[in-house]
């Protein structure tokens, strides 16, 4: 059974920083992307990232480029979204998808999703 489960979201202040982590089971991360999304409240939900297959493409929102980077853990289970110099803009529940591609994706699964907040 495919599952994405996120976690690692909290309250932080303005210019800190958390790390998001989905964990995925019931599928190899080696021949699926994972895309990462948010929605504000009263907002419609907007992509953050993706990171393909090979690890060697990595798409970003603009507004989060510089500040937002991915990793993977060893046993490639789990995607981490690094999140540095966090701005209140970045509120919201973030949710991690899993897509054949990040070029013409196709989210079929999706995590339940992770609240940040940002606010001093």
């Known amino acids: 059974q495919v599952q994405l489960v996120e976690s690692g979201g909290g309250l932080v202040q303005p210019g800190g920083s958390l790390r998001l982590s989905c964990a995925a089971s019931?599928?190899?991360?080696?021949?699926?992307?994972i895309g990462w999304f948010r929605q504000a409240p009263g907002k419609e939900r907007e992509g953050v990232s993706c990171?393909?297959?090979?690890?060697?493409?990595?798409l970003y929102l603009d507004s989060v480029k510089g500040r937002f980077t991915f990793s993977k853990d060893n046993s490639k289970t789990t995607v981490y979204l690094h999140m540095n110099n966090l701005k209140p803009e970045d509120t919201g529940v973030y949710y991690c998808?899993?897509?054949?591609?990040?070029?013409?994706?196709?989210?079929?699964?999706w995590g339940q999703g992770t609240q940040v907040t940002v606010s001093s």
């Open positions: 998808a899993r897509s054949s591609n990040c070029l013409i994706p196709d989210f079929d699964s």
């Open positions: 019931g599928f190899t991360l080696d021949y699926y992307a």
């Open positions: 990171i393909g297959t090979g690890d060697d493409l990595a």
